[in-house]
């Protein structure tokens, strides 16, 4: 099945070669920014940097566009339609890993820490079976189909002869993905909307949303501390501590009348691990222990108070649950751009197995518009969802830009100082250098034996000198 016009072609090629590039420069972003700054490493960015070399090695396979098509046998055309076999329905993989992590958020409290340990298992579903798929349809031929891979239209792909690979092995469990993360949400979707209510209602009442697992580790702490105060204060004593103190003071025979030495203060132990609240306790427990000397009692008294500090137990379920709720906005947000990505291309591939030997224009148009945009839609959710990150990178870039415009003017400005002290140095050496020779033939006789004819000093000025 071929195109019915030559110039269809072309106008083929240009669409995806352009919306490839574009999704070219949005997975570069997305990858650029994960790894060079700390501000975009959150949760669901993590899956997102993930699916992005998915989207990356699609968009190598979209850039080729129809480049092999006239030649399926060929080492380029057989390379872009394992790329695309493999990668391009990853997307859709990870879209459900990002559901699976709503779904063990909301119902079996995993936080951050438990759901990074899931990132293995979802790099082996989504990667690791569709490459051996991948591989193995690079060696299949038949003596009446020729090579499963081949002509398809767009580009190198499964052949129009092999068209039950394209629904078994590609479109099928895309679909089977797609149902499974919209019943994920609908399951997870009356929990969402309780939650959603409680964020908004949180402003207005003092109701309690109940807490989740917080999608960062700056909500799922909370701090305990213990403050122990113990004071001793000794009246009498039948020990002479005055030497294990270092003093020594008269002694008058073996007389045990001696004047008791009472310490200037009661000895205190305190341990503190909190900020405010804290220390206004052991402030509390310290005063008391200062009274409880000012009676002279000759018993020990210890002290202990414990104080929790925490955030306040709405504000603590609040921001847990703007987190999960946050991640969860973000997730629905992929599954919507997994849906305009697979609708208008899947509608194709049913047409084409309906009507054989029929291709849908606009079909294949959309279908070229789509589906080389998946990194670009995937780019514009997470620049969406991480902007405070997005603007402090932006911030720091400027700042950057501007220190190196102004170092690059203060190094022109230094050379040019530098240029005219020089010069200007060389000048005051050579008027130095008169002066001095002036002094000297001053003072210097004159070849006939006579002093210089130059004008002498007056003998006040003389007098001066031979007195220094």
Same mark, same amino acid.
């Given at each position: 099945?071929?195109?019915? *016009?030559?110039?269809? #072609?072309?106008?083929?090629?240009?669409?995806?070669?352009?919306?490839?590039?574009?999704?070219?420069?949005?997975?570069?972003?997305?990858?650029?920014?994960?790894?060079?700054?700390?501000?975009?490493?959150?949760?669901?960015?993590?899956?997102?940097?993930?699916?992005?070399?998915?989207? $990356?090695?699609?968009?190598?396979?979209?850039?080729?566009?129809?480049?092999?098509?006239?030649?399926?046998?060929?080492?380029?055309?057989?390379?872009?339609?394992?790329?695309?076999?493999?990668?391009?329905?990853?997307?859709?993989?990870?879209?459900?890993?990002?559901?699976?992590?709503?779904?063990?958020?909301?119902? +079996?409290?995993?936080?951050?820490?438990?759901?990074?340990?899931?990132?293995?298992?979802?790099?082996?579903?989504?990667? &690791?079976?569709? +490459?051996?798929?991948?591989?193995?349809?690079?060696?299949?031929?038949?003596?009446?189909? &020729?090579?499963?891979? &081949?002509?398809?239209?767009?580009?190198?792909?499964?052949?129009?002869?092999?068209?039950? +690979?394209?629904?078994?092995?590609?479109?099928?469990?895309?679909?089977?993905?797609?149902?499974?993360?919209?019943?994920?949400?609908?399951?997870?979707?009356?929990?969402?909307?309780?939650?959603?209510?409680?964020?908004?209602?949180? !402003?207005?009442?003092?109701?309690?949303?109940?807490?989740?697992?917080?999608?960062?580790?700056?909500?799922?702490?909370?701090?305990?501390? #213990?403050?122990?105060?113990?004071?001793?204060?000794?009246?009498?004593?039948?020990?002479?501590?005055? *030497?294990?103190? &270092? *003093?020594?003071?008269? /002694?008058?025979?073996?007389?045990?009348?001696?004047?008791?030495?009472?310490?200037?203060?009661?000895?205190?132990? *305190?341990?503190?691990?909190?900020?405010?609240?804290?220390?206004?306790?052991?402030?509390?427990?310290?005063?008391?222990?200062?009274?409880?000397?000012?009676?002279?009692?000759?018993?020990?008294?210890?002290?202990?108070?414990?104080?929790?500090?925490?955030?306040?137990?709405?504000?603590?379920?609040?921001?847990?649950?703007?987190?999960?709720?946050?991640?969860?906005?973000?997730?629905? @947000?992929? +599954?919507?751009?997994? $849906?305009?990505?697979?609708?208008?291309?899947?509608?194709?591939?049913?047409?084409?197995?309906?009507?054989?030997?029929?291709? !849908?224009?606009? @079909?294949?148009?959309?279908?070229?518009?789509?589906?080389? @945009?998946?990194?670009?839609?995937?780019?514009?959710?997470?620049?969406?969802?991480?902007?405070?990150?997005?603007?402090?990178?932006?911030?720091?870039?400027?700042?950057?830009?501007?220190?190196? /415009?102004?170092?690059?003017?203060?190094?022109?400005?230094?050379?040019?100082?530098?240029?005219?002290?020089?010069?200007?140095?060389?000048?005051?050496?050579?008027?130095? #250098?008169?002066?001095?020779?002036?002094?000297?033939?001053?003072?210097?006789?004159?070849?006939?034996?006579?002093?210089?004819?130059?004008?002498?000093?007056?003998?006040?000025?003389?007098?001066?000198?031979?007195?220094?």
């Amino acid at each position: 099945m071929n195109f019915p *016009v030559d110039a269809d #072609e072309d106008v083929f090629t240009l669409i995806e070669r352009t919306c490839s590039v574009f999704s070219l420069l949005g997975c570069v972003f997305i990858i650029g920014t994960f790894c060079f700054c700390k501000a975009f490493h959150k949760p669901i960015n993590r899956l997102v940097f993930y699916a992005s070399f998915g989207n $990356l090695m699609t968009n190598v396979a979209t850039l080729m566009a129809r480049t092999f098509v006239s030649n399926a046998g060929s080492a380029g055309c057989q390379f872009q339609a394992f790329l695309i076999q493999m990668f391009m329905p990853a997307d859709a993989f990870w879209t459900l890993a990002m559901a699976v992590n709503v779904y063990l958020t909301f119902y +079996f409290k995993y936080d951050a820490r438990r759901l990074r340990k899931m990132e293995l298992p979802y790099l082996i579903a989504c990667y &690791g079976v569709p +490459f051996i798929i991948a591989f193995s349809f690079i060696f299949i031929s038949s003596p009446t189909k &020729g090579h499963m891979y &081949g002509n398809a239209n767009l580009w190198c792909w499964v052949s129009h002869e092999w068209h039950i +690979f394209r629904i078994a092995t590609f479109y099928a469990p895309v679909w089977i993905v797609i149902l499974i993360t919209f019943f994920i949400y609908i399951r997870a979707g009356n929990e969402i909307y309780k939650k959603h209510k409680q964020l908004r209602e949180f !402003s207005y009442s003092f109701h309690e949303p109940e807490p989740l697992p917080a999608m960062d580790d700056a909500f799922s702490s909370r701090k305990t501390t #213990e403050v122990r105060v113990t004071s001793e204060v000794v009246g009498k004593s039948d020990l002479d501590l005055s *030497v294990l103190d &270092g *003093v020594s003071g008269p /002694r008058h025979g073996s007389s045990s009348s001696a004047a008791p030495q009472t310490p200037n203060a009661a000895a205190y132990s *305190v341990t503190i691990s909190s900020s405010k609240q804290a220390a206004a306790a052991a402030d509390a427990l310290a005063a008391a222990g200062h009274d409880m000397e000012s009676y002279g009692d000759t018993r020990a008294t210890t002290a202990m108070a414990t104080a929790t500090t925490a955030p306040q137990p709405p504000r603590a379920a609040y921001e847990a649950n703007s987190a999960t709720w946050s991640y969860t906005k973000c997730s629905l @947000l992929f +599954f919507t751009a997994m $849906l305009v990505t697979w609708l208008p291309s899947s509608a194709n591939r049913v047409y084409s197995v309906v009507h054989t030997n029929k291709a !849908s224009m606009p @079909l294949e148009y959309m279908s070229a518009f789509v589906l080389p @945009l998946q990194g670009f839609w995937n780019a514009i959710i997470y620049i969406v969802t991480s902007w405070k990150a997005c603007e402090m990178l932006y911030d720091d870039l400027a700042n950057r830009f501007r220190q190196r /415009r102004s170092g690059r003017n203060g190094g022109a400005k230094m050379k040019m100082n530098m240029m005219m002290s020089k010069s200007s140095s060389n000048s005051s050496g050579k008027t130095y #250098e008169t002066e001095s020779m002036t002094e000297l033939a001053r003072s210097r006789p004159s070849t006939n034996g006579e002093r210089s004819s130059l004008p002498r000093e007056p003998p006040q000025v003389l007098k001066m000198k031979e007195r220094v």
